[in-house]
């Protein structure tokens, strides 16, 4: 029953290019469409990505520019920049702009942002996962940029009648050096609006150092908004004559109602319905329930208090995390079902050995536990439906909509709002599902509220695992022989569920002479997904742990044992840029070493972690310096970060993600975990998930090497070195040897 992938990014991103869509990734002459309104409108530009949805997204432009077009620039000056992505706390709603604006030269103060609606037609993927927006949205967002310069600079070179190789772009002005003339592009855009468009394969787009924007420091667009309280979020939404409602489903995933006390429940005050939904049986769509409407949340809160659901459980989960911890740790020394890698021949590498080591590493199931709960206006009308969504998946989040409604996917009018907090949850589009079959059942616009307890028992969670390793190191204390075995969970009996899969190429394997990884799956019905860089987050703490361990053991310091591991500078995969590159993360690590100043004596007590890994095409060194005490109190003092994405885009932002990733992984190391018993989910609210507080939230400091390599996202690579960099520090400052997340279960405290 669980919603399952072989992994995070081709299951839940590969879909979207395998959708058929007829999206193209590349842009051509013919793919840049230039549209002009009424007079007076100014310069409006569009990208439609196939030649079918050009005339569609003419159409539209003609009736109302703003929600088909990625810029506009007014007579008056103004320029409107379209983000076309969701904006869940990421920063996209502020870096795509930045993109657009840099190969416009556009001075940022006249740029105002709007967000897109959801229309692939014209935007291309509009999606937010695997940080991928910035590497999938690059060189599509800076010709859109690129074209309007070139536009503008023709438009004042023909106004002048020169050259338009003699002039060029600064801050929403075009300048002739030789006359000493200059136009605003406000001034223009009528002028640039009536001109060709030209060739997208002869632009020039800008080297890192010509840029003036990217790589700077910028608030982020919303930010003014959020901190006063503006209504920007999914759950501030409302609509003229909306109704409320809550949907109950049964604890253990796979029940089915067999009665409810609907009669009751409609008495009570301010409930409008009260009524049962089959389901379609999808765990990522909608499963059997109730659904209660109201005429505000609180009475649909309320209601939901009093209702009493008797379940029909003889489909629904058994699982039990007890079992499974007992599982795993009979089974962790035998040799996986599965082979995974097997690289030379690792038995006789660790008969020569001149010292082993083994070690059994375990990290639990974890929800998201975004600050917002799950939730979904939608407005059903016959024969179409509006809806605004806070989903990561809004494209696909439309068509599921429109085949369970039966309606053509343009009949699925949606709405991006902000969401509070994504982390991989809002890829599953289950809320916006529900939400949709609900108001199907209500003649009015109806908001559906998740409550926190909904939100923490209905996760798709990141997947619990172990990890059995043994090592071998030379007489030198070189790393030599390298098993693994990786105990996982499988909801069809074939695939690891979502996030709980490991590479081939997961580090250090393919860097040795003698390395096997072997994989067994556990059953689960226990719903599993994404969760923020999903199964790195978990892998990189018993990898990067493990090896901190064969360093110990080999006498050698931690950073000259890394460097040994990764060798000369080489990419893993020639014809793949998005893999790993030794050149690169032997930088990052070195980076973070001298900043984090490795190797400078400390005070008793007190000790520094060292941790690489690489996910999502980024390379992340980081180092963790912690104090213990003799009761197992640590204190997190600092956490050095060093990354290669390539170039950044708004350094606030870069920094930002950094030091969220850095209390992300803090808070979940430490404290955070839900057990499973009969199926069920056990914790429901914070007060049983203790979040990481603010007076316990280390210094983090981020260090960039803005490569030259196209950028990749960092929201998720930052994340993964956390929690081995923290234990590998609190062995350093104290001996204790930690194995097991959380570490409350270990007995160490904050």
Known sequence: MSFSADSYISEIIAEFEQAPRNVPRAFSRRSILKFTGAAGAGLVLAFSLTPSSAEAAAAMA??????????????????????????????????????????????????????????????????????????????????????????????????????????TASASKVIHAASNREATYGSLAIKAAALPVPDATKLTLKTRSEYKLLGNRFTGVDNLAVVTGKPLFGIDQTVPGMLYAVYEKCPAVGGKVASANLDYIKTLPGVKDAFVLEGNGITSEVMPGVAIVADSTWSAFKAKRALQVVWDESGASKDSWTKIIADAKRIAKQAGADSIQKIGNVDEALKGAAKTVEAFYSYPFVPHATLEPQGCTAWFKGDEIEMWVTSQTPERARTNVAKMLNLAEEKVVMHQLRAGGGFGRRLVNDPVSEAAAIAQRVNAPVKLQWTREDDMRHDFYRPGGFHQFTGGLDANGKLIAWRGHFITFTSDGKTPVSGGNIAATEFPAPLLANAEITQTMLPLMTPCGAWRAPRSNAIAFAVQSFIHELAVAAGRDHVEFLLEIMGEPRWMAPQNPGALNTGRAAAVVKLAAEKSGWGQPLPKGRGRGLAFHFSHAGHFAEVAEVSVDAQKRITVHKVTVAGDVGPIINLSGAENQCQGAVTDGLSTMLNLQVGIENGRILEGNFTEYPILRMKNAPIVEAHFIQSDFPPTGLGEPALPPVAPAIANAVFAASGLRLRNMPLRNEGVTI
């Open 62 to 167: 003609a009736k109302d520019f703003a929600p088909n077009v990625f810029l506009r620039v007014a007579p008056d000056g103004g320029i409107v920049i379209i983000s076309k992505g969701p904006e869940i706390g990421q920063g996209i709603k502020t870096a795509f702009p930045l993109i657009i604006a840099e190969e416009m030269d556009a001075a940022w103060a006249d740029v105002r942002v709007e967000q897109a609606m959801i229309n692939p037609a014209i935007y291309g993927r509009q999606s937010a996962g695997g940080s991928t927006s910035i590497p999938n949205s690059w060189d599509q967002l800076r010709r859109a940029g690129a074209t309007a310069r070139a536009m503008l600079i023709a438009a004042a070179a023909k106004q002048w009648n020169v050259p338009a190789s003699e002039c």
